[in-house]
């Protein structure tokens, strides 16, 4: 998008980490599929016209059985189909698995808006600055129904679900503007749903962290204040009274909780939220279902205030768990979704 809408090109700018190698691994894909294609047609046209009828070619002694034709054409399609899954399976990985650290923003994906939540208080709508060179890690979730965000300058594309939190990590190596998509049919204003990825130079963007956006309290101070509004202290914190009613959150963010059913859950975002929606879904192992459900009184976007408040409350290396292995992953390219 940088050069303009008008500059024809096969595939869209390579611009994260992600890029080089997607399109290495589509273009192998449409190599593939093409050589094949290719060679089978022309198989097919020699042999039809080689042997329509009343052509004179040989026919007498059919040959019944190749053995070493036979083996090839069973190993080369496997030996090619295993380095397509090997290579898809790393690519898959290595986009489902942010690394820890980096810069990470949140975002609420509504009917038909995308809003991003810097840490440091700016938040925005429809336009995402991001810094070059750096690696952005992002919740994500949707207020309503499934969307999907999408930068093809990237090669980055997920779901955005209701009710459930999706990570999506990039690294940005070129400084520009690229279009942001959603990439799932969500209604009427679908396809107006849309906005800026502005990739700054390091210093410019600490230069827009100053003064861009629309800047409120950090989603940290805001969750506070939230934890504060709602008395959460009244049963989580003792204060003179002795015992607590409900667990510590105290160091909780990123560690592993024993639960009355026996089994441990690593504290993540999509722990706490479920905690705070549905609080009798796992209870923590020592204390009684008593908490009620703040389903209704909290938006999304408080939600994720009241989670970076509790992240605040844990130690810093705890803070960019991995989100692999406890969060069900969806496939990295799905359906035939289009913009
Ligand atoms: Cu949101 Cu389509």
């Excluded at 990470?104 to 995308?114: D, K, L």
Aim: glycine share 10%; hydrophobic share 40%; proline share 8%.
């Amino acid at each position: 998008m940088a050069d303009g809408p008008s500059e024809f090109r096969w595939m869209p700018e390579q611009a994260s980490s992600f890029a080089r190698e997607t399109d290495a691994l589509y273009l192998f894909l449409i190599g593939v599929s093409s050589f094949f294609t290719i060679a089978i047609a022309a198989a097919i046209v020699y042999f039809a016209i080689k042997y329509r009828r009343g052509s004179a070619a040989d026919r007498s002694h059919p040959p019944t059985h190749l053995f070493y034709l036979e083996l090839t054409w069973i190993l080369v399609p496997f030996a090619l189909t295993l380095v397509m899954f090997v290579w898809g399976a790393k690519a898959y990985f290595e986009q489902a698995w942010p690394p820890k650290g980096g810069i990470e923003i949140s975002c609420v994906a509504r009917q038909w808006m995308w809003k991003f939540q810097h840490p440091e208080g700016n938040a925005e709508i429809d336009d995402l600055h991001v810094p070059l060179g750096e690696n952005v890690r992002m919740t994500l979730i949707s207020e309503d129904v499934i969307h999907s965000f999408y930068v093809p300058e990237f090669r980055v594309k997920h779901d955005v679900l209701p009710g459930r939190y999706v990570t999506v990590w990039f690294r940005p190596t070129k400084a520009g503007q690229y279009h942001l998509f959603c990439a799932e049919y969500c209604g009427a204003k679908h396809s107006a749903m849309g906005g800026v990825v502005h990739v700054l130079e390091p210093s410019q963007y600490q230069l827009w962290l100053s003064g861009g956006g629309e800047t409120n309290v950090s989603p940290q101070v805001a969750g506070q204040q939230l934890f504060e509004q709602l008395r959460c202290g009244t049963c989580h914190e003792g204060g003179g009274s002795g015992v607590n009613r409900g667990p510590p959150l105290e160091n909780l963010f990123g560690s592993t909780v024993r639960l009355q059913n026996g089994t441990t859950v690593v504290a993540d975002e999509s722990y706490l939220r479920e905690s705070i929606m549905r609080p009798a879904a796992k209870i923590v192992a020592g204390y009684q279902p008593i908490m009620p459900s703040f389903e209704g009184q909290i938006g999304e976007e408080g939600l994720l205030q009241l989670i970076a408040h509790l992240k605040s409350r844990a130690a810093p290396d705890r803070n960019a768990p991995p989100t692999g292995p406890s969060q069900p992953a969806s496939p990295p390219l799905e359906k035939g979704q289009q913009p």
